[in-house]
């Protein structure tokens, strides 16, 4: 703990942390809100709004004696400065006096309110951030309630400029904070927001191509202290003080970002209650107060019109609409003793859901085949080991900490983490960045070490030896599985493992290894005791009777054809995909959003969500499914709510021993305080009242615990001639996302490739080209970049609707099937 | 492209300063000795050179007064008219200087070789009345001498096509 230091506001002494921020000590110390517009608790203070005036001193002592000067009566002497002084941008040192509540104080801030409103337009009740905004609530609180400034002086701008698809700007509503540029330039790194002009001319810009290009764009609308940014998403859609405010957490993500759905009552909707907005829920440990546009805006499929509302049965060729009892009772019939079974989790299964499925399946056959999809990363059993130590907290990490990143594009894969990471690099952690291509990380990095694909096991071997590993007091490795097969991701995994036991960087916060799973609860289903391996085994050697749930394995993945093949397969989904067309039965679930449940996310903290849309036609949530069937399959007695179904699971499931729902709905105040009344401080994102979540711990932090060695066999795979890559994109057509609004469509783009210029020959960057691989072509837009190295593309994955490859894959030909248009 | 064409005052201006986005004003300027102004050409050439985003240079472009974000005309005369200069004729210069020009305060001839506007202190009261063209100051000026200048400057851009 920092030392402590007294200070005196408004009379009272308060110990605070030496050099802590005056306005952040006031608020959390004093319950003293020092009104603000520019300065915010995670960005640097400027001092620019000179909304937090304040009487500040010192209490004076003797040059020579270091003693208190006392006065007449007694009491100590304090020397004021002159003027009033802003508290943003004041330290705290002992002995500090601070007056917030004088004459001259409130004067000064009656004059800015005044001077703020000389040009604000008096539109708030046709403004989306009317009745949570921060000029508004600081003007009733603190205005004059006049003005001595003619109102026709007022400045006249645009009001709706689109900063890109995704946001709005209203020049006129702007007061000229500099929050929203200082966050993408402080903490994003996309400075793509800036001032232009000055004085009364002063206005925001970008001029970037594409405009306001980053994956976090919303986030400045949750700081801006007024109406001037704000959401596409969330325009004239309802006023703050109608919605319920429903805590959950992302969907996408292995981050496990806490989320607050908005909701309400809709007429449009036919009636039921519907998510209105996304807004981030405070989390200091997993995603402080921040999320991506994917999890903010990727919340239509929850409510798209192609959700399945009614159960289906094959009839013949065709899938039929049937009531629930009779395709319940056309599975039971199907399930035969002996029978072989397999189930395919996808990523955004809950772990009580993924409980019943295994429970299901092993009632079925004890030897049932228990699958994770996507099945291109494994080692959910080495997180269990030496994953993250309990109170890990990217916050925590500067100088002294090494952050290493092995073989992913984390700002596409995992964008919490990215911003975490890069915003730790600024406070002196050093990150090391590898991969086989250049990604936006290395403009962070203390150094890059490129290897060639194939070969990212001896890079991670050969890290023993590199000075930021030796010499990091605290190191973390960040693990994805970029062009790799599962095989070789499995040694990567031992690779970093075996390097973070071999320098004891295991068992403590801050330290151990991450995974950057392909979803929301990849984790949990390893828990639970499902496995990528047994996917690759399962399409080897397809089950008769097959359970898919939450996924769409055959319409993303070119490797999954062959499931087709098993004699009876039942899906869980939320659409009719192109699994769902090769099914038996499909049964109707419900997104995350309409049900309650428990991810695990990366970094093993289990956190609930809460039902908050109402149910869409009568589809179930996926445990209560797989219980119903089992039910009726020997009498078994099955759970009736959620919190039992968890019950069940931690009682079983050894790292879950000892939780419960109402030890993971436990919140405690955390600094900053952020949400509640205050919404000029730390903007609108919501104060977490559904739980802060519990991280179980690795077994290397059992006392006394010797981790096992990882053996790696460092085999290196060279690849001969061309070969496609895939990658990941945050915006693509998976499962989920496909069912976005037109908002995001637009964002994700056509299919591209990217080609190096060594191996476009003839290949035009913007042409359409036809790449072959195993036989089938894939259509995409040509980028000739080095971003791709020599002999390899990018291709990214789920771009189109077409399956494709998820391992790296030798491309038979690449055709240019159009010139780019203009050539 | 700036980067060829300049290839050389670019290298010499980045030897000047630790990293590349610290040259960026310099940079700007003989983006806009080149263009005359900064269209958003210059501006997205500029910040190719200096490994910036577009937005950062438009701003800084927008900040500063001696950048011009508008066309200008291939001479750009800057009267001084604050006090000191005024006390010595020099406001009635920068009217009557309009008017022979026949342009708007901030306007460029129809042939495109003048823009005239005034600006704040040049720092040269005692030469007043003065103006700077293209940011080379001309002193002692009165109609007379002006119009020889702006006969002087016509024939020079004449020869330079």
Redesign the interface.
Known sequence: MSELVTIYIDGQPYEVPKGANLVDVAKFYADNGIPVFCYHPKMEPVGMCRMCLVELGTIMRDRDSGEVITGENGEPQVRWFPKLQTACTTTVTDGMVVRTNTDAVIEARDDMIEFLLTSHPLDCPICDKGGECPLQNLTMAHGPGRSVFYWEDKVRLAKHVPLGELIYLDRERCIQCARCTRFQDEIVGDDVLAFHERGRELQIITVSDPPFDTYFSGNTTDICPVGALTTADFRFEARPWELKDIASLDVYGPEGANISLSTRLDRDAGGIVIIKRVMPRQNEAVNEIWISDKTRFGHHHTRAAERLTKPKVRVGDRLVEAEWDHALEVIRKHIKPNVSVGAIAGPTLSNEDLWELRKLAQAVNAGAKLSIYPATMTGGDIIAQVGVGVGTNFKDMGSGTTIVVVASDIEEEAPIWYLRTKVAGDRGAKILVLNARETRLDHYAADSIRYDYGAAVSAVNDLAKHEAVTNAENLVLICGAEGMTLEQHGELMNACANLLVSTGHVGRPNNGLLAVWEGANVQGAFDVGFSTEATAEMMAKVPDLLFIAGCDPIGESAEAAGLSKAKFIVVNSLFDTPTTAVADVVLPSQSFAERDGTFTSGERRVQRFYPAQGVIGQSQTDWRIFASIRNGLNGSAVQRLTAGVFKELAGEIAAYEGLTYPALAVVERQFPDVGGDDLYYGGTAYQNNGGLGVQYPATSEAEGAKPSKFATKGKKTSYKGLTAIPVNRLYDRGYLFKYSDELMQQRIGEPFVVINPADAANIAGGSRVGVTIDGVQYEALAVVSEDAPKGFVLMPKRLTSQPGPFAPAAIETIEVIAEPVGA | MLIEKYADRIEKTFSKYPDKRSAVMPVLYIAQEEYGWLP?EA?NEVADICD?????V??IA??YTMYSEKPKGKYWLQVCTDLPCALRGADKFHKELKEYLGVEEGGTTDDGMFTVEHVMCLAACDKAPMLQCNFHYVENLDMDKMKALLDEWRAEAKEDK
């Open positions: 958003d501006i910036m985003d577009p937005t950062q438009r701003s927008g900040f």
